[in-house]
């Protein structure tokens, strides 16, 4: 009886793998393909140095409006998550988001809130010196598919003519570039991004149903990988070989299957596996952004900012692009930027926040536990890494808390930003899906070399998997076919 129910698992196991290789076999080529792309060419984003390396410096002697004065305008309640001062084309204009993403831009001049950007506007904010520039209206498309850019919408497209083909999108609510493409960008995530994560604007548009598309799509494609890595280990011999001395019993293309198989079907299935896991399938990882109790925690409630323009030209300089207010523990700071520098400064002249204030105002976030450890991260470790082409900040801030989430913030020591919450469930998603997804494992980091020459070997192996199950699939189908034919 159990031989023959062995038996009977065993001729499943077969057909299971043959048919899910031949639904997913297609997706898995993809995945491998545009995986090696996304090494070297992101998803497009605005990176902050590029924002700031639009904006123009801070005309001082046109700002006529105190920051106190300027957030009443904006009809926010509470503290907001973002207060700015910058430049919006040849006006100052103070930024401020709320807690819910409202948006609204508040004339540095008058201190008056403006209203939506026309097309004219958007060409002349986003086109300067580039007379063929062409603007266009966009509500959403392949760059801009998902629900971050919710609160910007609509767009004005400005393409401005250049040998990059670089095509900005300004938003019509505040007349900010909030994205920026070059030609080569959006060529090269067409063979990387978007078929990596079926970034397909109209499936992508419906986020829960994207997800839910990926979890079951990935779902069945790693049952398929570990599936087929079980029977090759099954039908390998090493010791009473088959006919003539070989380890496999297979021939033809399904003997090369078998052996690609063998070498790199831990390789694939952890691949696959890793890609399913991202999903966050049941919602077991926490987001590694604090959630929105615990930022308004850390901000606690201050009160005025108490700086004239003429002291707040003073103390950001006359260089400064950006002027960020940010409010930590219940006091206000000044993070005044320009291209290469950032400099932290209290309303008073004073030197900004000190590690003492930062784990003061995370340990008020945290009420349920305290704080066990803090120390300044020099150097990248397990925890703290570069992914891929997108370097993280050093040094860093790490506070160690012992609440039942076991939670870990890394916080930026220069401002303040809380830049990962990692809880319990977050190590061990980092070791489930960036280790073995991305190999982003310990004694490779550091090392870009190293770690995309194993990126390519671990993913050709996994071609070689993926185009002769590709193959054969095809092959069976078309036996299939005409069988059914005759």
Not at 142 to 170: C, I, M, N, S
Request: charged residues 20%.
């Amino acid at each position: 009886m159990r031989r023959w129910a062995g038996k009977i698992a065993r001729r499943w196991l077969l057909l299971f793998h043959r048919w899910a290789g031949i639904a997913t076999a297609l997706f898995f080529a993809l995945w491998i393909g545009s995986g090696l792309v996304m090494l070297y060419v992101p998803f497009p984003a605005l990176t902050p140095p590029e924002r700031l390396a639009r904006l123009a410096p801070i005309a001082w002697g046109d700002v006529a409006v105190a920051p106190d004065a300027a957030l009443p305008a904006g009809g926010v309640a509470g503290v907001p998550a973002a207060f700015d001062l910058e430049m919006r084309g040849a006006e100052p204009v103070y930024r401020i988001t709320g807690r819910d993403g409202a948006r609204a831009t508040i004339s540095g001049r008058t201190g008056t809130r403006l209203g939506p950007v026309d097309a004219e506007a958007a060409l002349r904010l986003a086109a300067g010196e580039w007379p063929g520039a062409r603007v266009e209206p966009v509500e959403r498309d392949q760059w801009t598919v998902t629900a971050r850019y919710d609160p910007l919408r609509p767009f004005h497209k400005v393409a401005l003519g250049d040998p990059a083909g670089t095509e900005l999108y300004v938003s019509q609510v505040t007349g900010e570039i909030a994205l920026d493409t070059t030609r080569s960008e959006r060529a090269w995530n067409w063979l990387g991004s978007v078929p990596h994560w079926i970034y397909l604007t109209p499936l992508r548009a419906r986020a829960e149903l994207w997800r839910t598309v990926l979890l079951w799509l990935s779902g069945l494609a790693a049952l398929g990988a570990l599936s087929g890595l079980t029977i090759g280990i099954w039908r390998l011999r090493l010791r009473r070989r088959y006919a003539r001395g070989t380890v496999t019993p297979y021939r033809g293309l399904a003997r090369w299957h078998h052996l690609f198989g063998l070498v790199g079907g831990l390789g694939l299935g952890a691949f696959i596996l890793s890609g399913w896991i991202s999903m966050n399938p049941n919602r077991w990882f926490a987001s590694s952004a604090p959630p929105g109790g615990m930022s308004t925690a850390y901000v606690g409630t201050p009160g005025a900012i108490g700086v004239d323009v003429r002291r707040l030209s003073k103390l950001a300089g006359p260089d400064a692009r950006a002027v960020r207010f940010t409010a930590i523990g219940g006091r206000w700071w000044l993070i005044a930027e320009a291209p290469g520098s950032l400099c932290a400064v209290a309303p008073d002249g004073g030197p900004g926040p000190d590690a003492a204030t930062l784990a003061e105002a995370a340990a008020a976030a945290i009420p349920e536990g305290h704080l066990r450890a803090a120390r300044q991260i020099v150097d990248y470790d397990s925890y703290w890494y570069p992914h891929g082409v997108d370097p993280r900040p050093l040094p860093v801030l790490r506070l160690r808390f012992d609440d039942p989430a076991a939670t870990w913030l890394h916080i930026d020591p220069r401002d303040g930003t809380i830049l990962q919450r990692l809880d319990r469930s977050g190590r061990i998603n980092r070791w489930l899906f960036d280790a073995p997804h991305r190999l982003d494992l310990p004694f490779l980091t550091g090392r870009p070399a190293l770690r995309d020459a194993a990126q390519w070997v671990l993913n050709l192996l996994a071609a070689g998997i993926a185009l002769t199950g590709l193959v054969a699939g095809w092959r069976r189908l078309g036996r299939s076919f005409r069988s059914v034919a005759r």
